[in-house]
């Protein structure tokens, strides 16, 4: 008996020993797989292995204080108008916004790079010669918030149960993760198939590290009001669900003095606040109940700054610069109904909206039309496409329009009347051509039914935007109409894609990858709860996606960008709206921060301190 079992034991070990030797034989090579202190999508980093801290952060900033804001910021299944889950990584529930404070990933941002990670819960990483294969070595002594160690076996069940149980974006997302292995408590061994997108190790990176301990008498997929078990600078505090929430910082939390978080995470306490009404959102801010907000809304921001705080100096205001791409903003059009299958009537919509009029009405001029997928940024089409760009479109030529080969599509300029006649003349022309004729006053389908539109939105504050379109669409014999549901309604409807008309705004970063796949490409259109909310479906949109994917140099990215830009805006997928390239902020003169600002975020209020 004991020899039996102890051969059964030998042969295991055997097995264990292929098994290691397989999944390492990437790294067999001496000298080709160096230890690697951070990665970026292209291999170039501007901090050295040495390096102390991030250059946009005061090293010595003190701890203390709270920071409470209301922000529109949130990521998967995150509500910026109220929660019901403390679970923010699946599809189920409305989940708190800041919840990704808790947790602690593989490697952290730098934000002064466009893409850059630098090592946080690992160590240091090895990547074999292919790039199919990341190794990161944990460093020692991490844990999570009650004590227990963080190894790499919770780094392998994190994003295993994340590429199973997660939200659809996140399973999108780690699509072309091939398999993760922890070889022991230190080492985790991440394989990514071949073609796997420039920024998929980069995400893999950033993703939550959950306790395995923890979910195994956890539903990990099941909407909670329990707070998860984290192991981030910040753990969950008091919270009352669809009011605020608020993260305590760890005082004791391991990651504190590391080159990647010093000087950040420097408030006791970061709260939410939650609103649904925007106005008294504001007059929450103006009665000191939160200390900090950036405006979106220019009517408030040219017109309510007057009260007696701003001019006392008690309350600062701020213009600062957003590098950043802005994004695809626009009324999208759930192309799934066939009423907006046909370009020209989509072209139509976009004629019947004026911008000019609402900019300088409603908006006080104060931001600029979008043209772009990629506006504000270096991944733009502008002017006719150069040789690259040429040479990546040229195999679709008589499968996209002939414009694509010109100068890109921008939406037109009005007279700024409100009711441009000449564009309203254009508009119907091009909805007769789509087979929308008048009868009785009333245009309507190819069908033959009544032509009527409904716009979706979750708050009353964009009203008179849609009322000044609407007027023009009823102009054209369009029945237009908006409703207003509430956040909970709304994003279920958005996530079955249960609409008609919706407004979106898709931000990419500077290195745009497998977001790409979520946002445009046919696959992700019969995704629930994708981002490409208009049905985005074109065979030439999906190849030149996987060109952006595929590139091997910035050079690359940026050429497959911009021809991948011509050619989704040659499909008149949305009505664009608008952007700005700054931020407004508005705070309390209660903080303190860097007097330099990184360029690919906003850094708030990560870099920020109480001056109190």
Same mark, same amino acid.
């Given at each position: 008996m004991q020899s039996s079992q102890?051969?059964?034991?030998?042969?295991?070990?055997?097995?264990?020993?292929?098994?290691?030797?397989?999944?390492?034989?990437?790294? +067999?090579?001496?000298? *080709?797989?160096?230890?690697?202190?951070?990665?970026? &999508?292209?291999?170039?980093?501007?901090?050295? !292995?040495?390096?102390?801290?991030?250059?946009?952060? #005061?090293? #010595? +900033? %003190?701890?203390?204080?709270?920071?409470?804001?209301?922000?529109?910021?949130?990521?998967?299944?995150?509500?910026?108008?109220?929660?019901?889950? =403390? #679970?923010?990584?699946?599809?189920?529930?409305d989940a708190a916004q800041g919840m990704e404070l808790t947790f602690a990933s593989l490697m952290a941002r730098a934000?002064?790079?466009?893409?850059?990670?630098?090592? =946080? !819960?690992?160590?240091?990483?090895?990547i074999s010669p292919d790039r199919l294969t990341y190794r990161f070595l944990m460093r020692r002594g991490i844990k999570f918030h009650d004590g227990s160690p963080l190894t790499a076996h919770d780094v392998a069940f994190s994003l295993q149960v994340l590429k199973e149980k997660g939200h659809p974006v996140i399973q999108q997302l780690l699509r072309n993760l091939a398999g993760v292995q922890a070889l022991d408590d230190a080492n985790v061994v991440v394989s990514f198939s071949t073609g796997h997108t420039h920024d998929l190790p980069l995400y893999v990176s950033w993703m939550p590290i959950f306790s395995r301990a923890y979910y195994a008498g956890h539903a990990f997929e099941e909407t909670t009001l329990e707070p998860p078990l984290g192991s981030g600078p910040y753990r969950v505090g008091r919270f009352e669900?669809?009011?605020?929430? *608020?993260?305590?910082?760890?005082?004791?939390?391991?990651? !504190?003095d590391l080159p990647v978080a010093r000087g950040q995470n420097n408030f006791d306490v970061v709260r939410y606040e939650y609103y649904r009404d925007h106005n008294i959102a504001f007059e929450g801010f103006t009665s000191h109940s939160y200390l900090f907000r950036e405006e979106l809304v220019s009517r408030i921001w040219a017109t309510r700054y007057g009260f007696p705080a701003v001019q006392e100096g008690?309350?600062?205001?701020?213009?600062? %610069?957003?590098?950043? +791409?802005?994004? !695809?903003?626009g009324w999208y059009f759930n192309t799934r109904q066939e009423k907006f299958k046909n370009k020209l009537v989509r072209e139509a919509f976009i004629n019947a909206f004026d911008f000019e009029w609402v900019n300088a009405t409603i908006m006080y001029g104060a931001y600029q039309r979008t043209h772009s997928v990629f506006? #504000?940024? @270096?991944?733009?089409?502008?002017?006719?496409?150069? %040789?690259? *760009?040429? +040479? =990546?479109?040229?195999?679709?030529?008589?499968?996209?329009?002939d414009e694509v080969f010109g100068e890109p599509f921008v939406p037109p300029v009005s007279d700024g009347s409100g009711q441009d006649r000449t564009l309203l003349r254009k508009a119907n022309a091009l909805l007769k051509e789509a087979g929308c004729v008048i009868k009785d006053g009333k245009r309507?389908? %190819?069908?033959?039914?009544?032509?009527?539109? *409904?716009?979706?939105?979750?708050?009353?504050?964009?009203?008179?935007?849609?009322?000044?379109?609407?007027?023009?669409?009823?102009?054209?014999?369009?029945?237009?109409?908006?409703?207003?549901?509430? &956040?909970?309604?709304?994003?279920?409807?958005?996530?079955d894609f249960d609409?008609?008309?919706?407004?979106?705004?898709?931000?990419?970063?500077?290195?745009?990858?497998?977001?790409?796949?979520?946002?445009?490409?046919?696959?992700?259109? &019969?995704?629930?709860?994708?981002?490409?909310?208009?049905?985005?479906?074109?065979?030439v949109i999906d190849a030149l996606v996987e060109r952006v994917i595929a590139a091997d140099s910035r050079t690359a990215l940026l050429s497959a960008c911009k021809a991948l830009d011509r050619v989704i805006r040659s499909g008149r997928y949305c009505v664009p709206m608008w952007h700005k390239?700054?931020?407004? =902020?508005?705070?309390? @003169?209660?903080?303190g921060r860097p007097a330099e600002q990184p360029r690919y975020a906003r850094a708030i209020p990560d870099t920020w301190w109480s001056a109190l």
């Amino acid at each position: 008996m004991q020899s039996s079992q102890l051969k059964r034991r030998e042969f295991m070990t055997l097995l264990g020993g292929v098994a290691l030797t397989s999944v390492l034989a990437p790294f +067999a090579k001496a000298g *080709e797989s160096p230890e690697r202190h951070g990665i970026s &999508a292209f291999g170039d980093l501007k901090y050295p !292995a040495d390096f102390k801290q991030f250059d946009y952060v #005061n090293p #010595n +900033a %003190p701890k203390g204080g709270v920071f409470s804001h209301v922000t529109p910021t949130r990521i998967f299944n995150q509500n910026s108008l109220t929660f019901n889950s =403390l #679970n923010s990584f699946i599809l189920k529930g409305d989940a708190a916004q800041g919840m990704e404070l808790t947790f602690a990933s593989l490697m952290a941002r730098a934000y002064d790079e466009p893409d850059a990670m630098y090592g =946080l !819960a690992a160590r240091v990483v090895q990547i074999s010669p292919d790039r199919l294969t990341y190794r990161f070595l944990m460093r020692r002594g991490i844990k999570f918030h009650d004590g227990s160690p963080l190894t790499a076996h919770d780094v392998a069940f994190s994003l295993q149960v994340l590429k199973e149980k997660g939200h659809p974006v996140i399973q999108q997302l780690l699509r072309n993760l091939a398999g993760v292995q922890a070889l022991d408590d230190a080492n985790v061994v991440v394989s990514f198939s071949t073609g796997h997108t420039h920024d998929l190790p980069l995400y893999v990176s950033w993703m939550p590290i959950f306790s395995r301990a923890y979910y195994a008498g956890h539903a990990f997929e099941e909407t909670t009001l329990e707070p998860p078990l984290g192991s981030g600078p910040y753990r969950v505090g008091r919270f009352e669900p669809g009011r605020y929430i *608020e993260y305590e910082r760890v005082t004791d939390w391991w990651g !504190a003095d590391l080159p990647v978080a010093r000087g950040q995470n420097n408030f006791d306490v970061v709260r939410y606040e939650y609103y649904r009404d925007h106005n008294i959102a504001f007059e929450g801010f103006t009665s000191h109940s939160y200390l900090f907000r950036e405006e979106l809304v220019s009517r408030i921001w040219a017109t309510r700054y007057g009260f007696p705080a701003v001019q006392e100096g008690r309350v600062k205001r701020d213009v600062i %610069p957003d590098q950043t +791409a802005s994004g !695809a903003q626009g009324w999208y059009f759930n192309t799934r109904q066939e009423k907006f299958k046909n370009k020209l009537v989509r072209e139509a919509f976009i004629n019947a909206f004026d911008f000019e009029w609402v900019n300088a009405t409603i908006m006080y001029g104060a931001y600029q039309r979008t043209h772009s997928v990629f506006q #504000n940024s @270096d991944m733009m089409a502008i002017g006719r496409p150069g %040789p690259d *760009e040429i +040479a =990546l479109l040229e195999p679709y030529r008589g499968k996209v329009p002939d414009e694509v080969f010109g100068e890109p599509f921008v939406p037109p300029v009005s007279d700024g009347s409100g009711q441009d006649r000449t564009l309203l003349r254009k508009a119907n022309a091009l909805l007769k051509e789509a087979g929308c004729v008048i009868k009785d006053g009333k245009r309507m389908t %190819p069908q033959g039914a009544p032509f009527t539109v *409904e716009f979706l939105v979750d708050s009353p504050v964009s009203l008179p935007h849609h009322s000044a379109f609407m007027k023009n669409l009823g102009t054209l014999g369009v029945d237009a109409s908006v409703r207003v549901v509430d &956040a909970v309604q709304y994003s279920k409807r958005v996530d079955d894609f249960d609409f008609d008309i919706v407004v979106q705004r898709l931000g990419f970063s500077g290195t745009p990858g497998d977001v790409l796949r979520t946002s445009f490409t046919s696959r992700a259109a &019969a995704m629930k709860a994708s981002l490409n909310v208009g049905g985005i479906a074109d065979p030439v949109i999906d190849a030149l996606v996987e060109r952006v994917i595929a590139a091997d140099s910035r050079t690359a990215l940026l050429s497959a960008c911009k021809a991948l830009d011509r050619v989704i805006r040659s499909g008149r997928y949305c009505v664009p709206m608008w952007h700005k390239a700054s931020h407004w =902020l508005a705070y309390w @003169d209660v903080f303190g921060r860097p007097a330099e600002q990184p360029r690919y975020a906003r850094a708030i209020p990560d870099t920020w301190w109480s001056a109190l």
